[in-house]
């Protein structure tokens, strides 16, 4: 990974020089588990937050978990994609950080998100939109299990986290940076979710809008991830008519 930037605007150089060199060393250290999946190490260490995930994004229907440090921050990526709200969501919507410092005072505003955080243990969430360009590519997710703000050289270190984590994006989309693994060995792959909403649009001539919003709904109303179900509706273990209105 080279160390120009994403595209998150004007970055420290010595910040990014430093960030950078925490990422290298530890692809050196532990061999190369992808560059994204490093860039969430540096994040959990270096912004004292207990979780990190990396998260494409293109569209409501459209996302991919990129890396994860580890079960909660995966688990916290799929509601959101379940219930189609959450701080990840709204930064990538809005295009601009989202800083929650105590999830008890968000006031239901994420509802399905917030609960299921807080019975994680999470108090805090901050969410920075990653840009490529003038094209957002996805999201940095942090969390944190104490509440309180991030500090003033947390936010500048987590900015330059953002950058590089949309280098590391654009990097480990490379042809080389996968060799050896198929495609289902990418963590969080959502191309399933596609396909199974094509499958219900079809059976009940509806829109692929539509069927993915009864989809996301069927998920959330059985406490099933949108990916189990996907899975379940190509291997007919689902009567569509279960999706009817």
Not at 86 to 105: I, K, N, Q, T
Request: glycine residues 10%; contains cysteine.
């Amino acid at each position: 990974m080279s160390a120009r930037g994403g595209g998150n605007g004007v970055v420290d150089g010595g910040r990014h020089r430093r960030l950078l060199r925490q990422v290298t060393e530890r692809a050196q250290r532990r061999g190369f588990p992808g560059w994204a999946g490093l860039v969430c190490d540096v994040a959990v260490t270096e912004l004292a937050v207990d979780a990190a995930a990396i998260t494409l994004r293109t569209s409501a229907r459209a996302q991919e978990l990129a890396a994860a440090s580890g079960q909660c921050a995966r688990r916290l990526e799929e509601i959101q994609y379940t219930v189609g709200v959450g701080p990840g969501v709204e930064a990538f919507d809005m295009g601009s950080p989202v800083l929650m410092a105590d999830l008890a005072e968000a006031h239901q505003r994420w509802p399905g998100f917030e609960d299921a955080a807080v019975a994680d243990g999470v108090s805090a969430v901050f969410a920075f939109p990653l840009l490529g360009g003038a094209v957002q590519v996805g999201v940095l997710d942090l969390y944190r299990r104490r509440p309180g703000e991030l500090s003033a050289d947390q936010l500048a270190d987590a900015a330059v986290l953002a950058d590089l984590a949309t280098t590391a994006l654009l990097t480990d989309a490379a042809p080389h940076a996968t060799a050896g693994r198929t495609w289902d060995d990418l963590p969080g792959h959502y191309d399933d979710v596609n396909v199974a909403t094509g499958v219900l649009a079809a059976e009940l001539q509806i829109s692929v809008e539509n069927a993915f919003l009864r989809l996301r709904a069927h998920a959330f109303s059985t406490g099933q991830a949108v990916l189990d179900v996907a899975h379940a509706v190509l291997s007919h273990q689902f009567d569509v008519d279960a999706f009817q209105d």
